[in-house]
């Protein structure tokens, strides 16, 4: 039993990573008529497919606590796509040589990056106006990524995602 317990607040721990979501919805929009959803039929997610099902599973569940209903005739087409890109570490050490005596000075410094490239992957899910053709909704999240976690810890992983990514679906209406 404490071996639950530890291996639970790990995963707390090492899931306390920095998820950055940007929103973006067309103004005119009434969320509240959209009560069905469905996906695009060509949608390439990026995803690999074991990451996309669960990726898709989590989705639906959210969505379908938020009211909304899968349907053959949808009012909202959602369309995913994800991109794995590598971050240059943001810390460096500077070493530097210098000399001088007798009025003569001189110097050379370089920065020596600290750690390696960091993966991060970026998520942009789309909600389409089924009827009108038209993007009225996105996200797009960007979250630390490493290859070769375990199934459990990215399920989590993508749990977390998908609550953050949906904690501001429908956007509240600014009069």
């Known amino acids: ?79 995913v796509t994800s991109a794995v890109f590598r971050n240059q570490p943001s810390n460096s050490v500077g070493v530097g040589l210098g000399g001088g005596g007798r009025n003569v000075g001189g110097g050379v410094s370089i920065g020596i990056p600290v750690g390696g490239p960091k993966l991060d992957r970026e998520i942009q899910i789309d909600f389409v106006d089924a009827k009108k053709d038209m993007l009225v909704w996105q996200a797009v999240s960007q979250s630390p990524f490493k290859e070769g976690d375990l199934p459990i810890v990215k399920e989590q992983k993508i749990q977390e995602l998908i609550t953050k990514i949906f904690s501001k679906y429908p956007p509240k209406q600014r009069n």
């Open 1 to 79: 039993m404490k071996t639950a317990k530890f291996f639970l607040i790990f995963l707390i721990l090492v899931s306390c990573s920095a998820i950055k979501v940007n929103y973006d919805y067309e103004k005119e929009t009434d969320f509240s008529a959209y009560n069905t959803y469905s996906y695009f039929g060509d949608m390439e997610t990026g995803l690999s497919e074991l990451d996309e099902k669960r990726f898709l599973s989590a989705m639906d569940i959210t969505l379908q606590r938020k009211g909304l209903l899968f349907s053959e005739e949808p009012d909202i087409l959602i369309n």
